[in-house]
């Protein structure tokens, strides 16, 4: 257990959500995957081997032969526990997604990250820098084919709120007070709107704005 004297809790940890739609990642080696399993959910990394990621994953599927395939990007190295339609495996994971993490220091992958049949959604955190590198490589990956979403403690960053009108930021300051950004999320946009005395298409206008620069600003 890390002791609050290591000083981890005081380095600059962020988080962001990353989701690619199938339809941009069918060229990626980790499509076909939908083709044998409804959805993948990473639980735990065990470590690196060079640069693909042995993991604990759970998958569901419809045929557990799907187990006995060695795909592309996708390797099960042993079968922890099964039932009908599920199992809980250890896991090699290759290709341009994990070679991507295996470069970068600082940054972690974190609940929620799963592949289903719609899209890929991979949840992160790490420091700034971190976020940043791995932002501008989803980029070179597959262009602007990907959507990210920030955590309140992303968001509230002094260094972000500085390139924000006064307005703005006084949206986003209160929809984080009020647990908007929180998972599971404790308000909605027209609980802020009723706080500020303001619209609700008012409220989302200037939270989009808020979030489109501070997500830019990890291009810099």
Not at 123 to 132: F, K, Y
Not at 195 to 218: G, P, R, W, Y
């Amino acid at each position: 257990m890390f002791s609050s004297s290591t000083g981890f809790q005081n380095l600059d940890l962020r988080y962001m959500q990353i989701e690619i739609s199938m339809e941009v990642a069918k060229d990626l080696p980790g499509a076909d995957l939908q083709d044998f399993f409804t959805k993948c959910e990473f639980v735990s990394k065990i470590g690196w081997i060079d640069k693909a990621l042995e993991c604990y994953l759970k998958v569901d599927f419809d045929d557990d032969k799907s187990l006995e395939i060695k795909h592309p990007s996708l390797e099960v190295v042993e079968v922890i526990s099964k039932n009908e339609n599920s199992a809980l495996v250890r896991a090699i994971l290759d290709g341009p997604i994990p070679h991507i993490f295996s470069d970068i220091k600082d940054i972690w992958w974190v609940y929620p990250t799963n592949l289903d049949m719609r899209k890929f959604t991979l949840s992160i955190r790490g420091t700034t820098a971190a976020l940043r590198k791995v932002r501008n490589s989803f980029r070179d990956l597959v262009g602007n084919g990907f959507s990210v979403k920030l955590g309140a403690e992303s968001l509230q960053g002094p260094e972000f709120k500085s390139v924000l009108p006064q307005k703005q930021r006084l949206v986003l300051e209160t929809a984080i007070e009020m647990g908007y950004y929180s998972r599971p999320r404790r308000c909605t946009q027209r609980d802020i709107a009723k706080v500020l005395d303001i619209k609700q298409a008012t409220v989302s206008e200037h939270l989009q704005s808020a979030e489109s620069k501070i997500i830019n600003s990890f291009h810099n």
